[in-house]
């Protein structure tokens, strides 16, 4: 894998995870199969590749979709996501640069997977890992940079799922802006190398 695609898989991943997090808190719909590839990603502990971390492909769908548009044409319902976007590579960088709150991150999100072994139902599981994820993101990420403030539907904010979904989507869109800064990405190559970042999209 060389450099330009590990990037552009860490890209197509937060721009995925900030887009579902903007539709959770507008509409509460979303692509499931989209959702869990950000969730799933927070529990993938020895990852060695990006391609580890997402098994790219169709799982990535929609990031890639979204990151595409918005190199080539942003719309203007494009503005959020691309504030949304920022405001996570800021915190990426703050965080990568804090081992203590990465222990902490890392044993929470330990010990969230051995609370929902004994779940049989899915439904239930999912609901789990989202609260714990949401929790550990209110304890140790928030307190590091000016909180994230999501606007959205008030009725869609308020359910409590929805809020513990956004903010584990938060999480995995972090996720992803410390794995684009562990691949030596910066913000120059997000306007210098757009097209490259676009035309890896094609093999991601």
């Known amino acids: 894998m060389n450099p330009i695609q590990g990037r552009t898989v860490a890209l197509a991943a937060l721009v995925q995870a900030g887009s579902l997090c903007l539709n959770v808190a507008k509409s509460g719909l979303l692509a499931s199969d989209a959702v869990e590839t950000c969730r799933e990603s927070l529990f993938r502990f020895d990852a060695i590749t990006p391609f580890d971390i997402y098994d790219t492909g169709d799982l990535l769908a929609h990031g890639k979709h979204k990151l595409g548009q918005m190199l080539s044409q942003p719309t203007e319902s494009d503005r ?11 915190l990426a960088r703050r965080f990568k640069t804090n081992d203590q709150a990465q222990r902490a991150v890392r044993a929470d999100l330990f010990s969230a997977l051995e609370r929902v072994q004994g779940l049989q139902d899915r439904a239930e599981r999912v609901s789990a890992l989202d609260h714990s994820c949401a929790t550990l993101y209110q304890k140790h990420i928030s307190p590091l940079a000016r909180r994230i403030i999501i606007h959205g539907n008030p009725a869609q904010l308020k359910r409590q799922e929805n809020a513990d979904r956004i ?18 990405g910066s913000r120059w190559q997000l306007l210098m190398q757009r097209q490259q970042i676009r035309h890896q999209l094609n093999f991601i």
């Open 80 to 90: 959020d996501l691309l504030a949304l976007g920022g405001q996570i590579l800021g």
């Open 167 to 184: 903010r584990m989507l938060l999480l995995a869109g972090l996720r992803a802006g410390v794995l684009f800064y562990q691949l030596k």
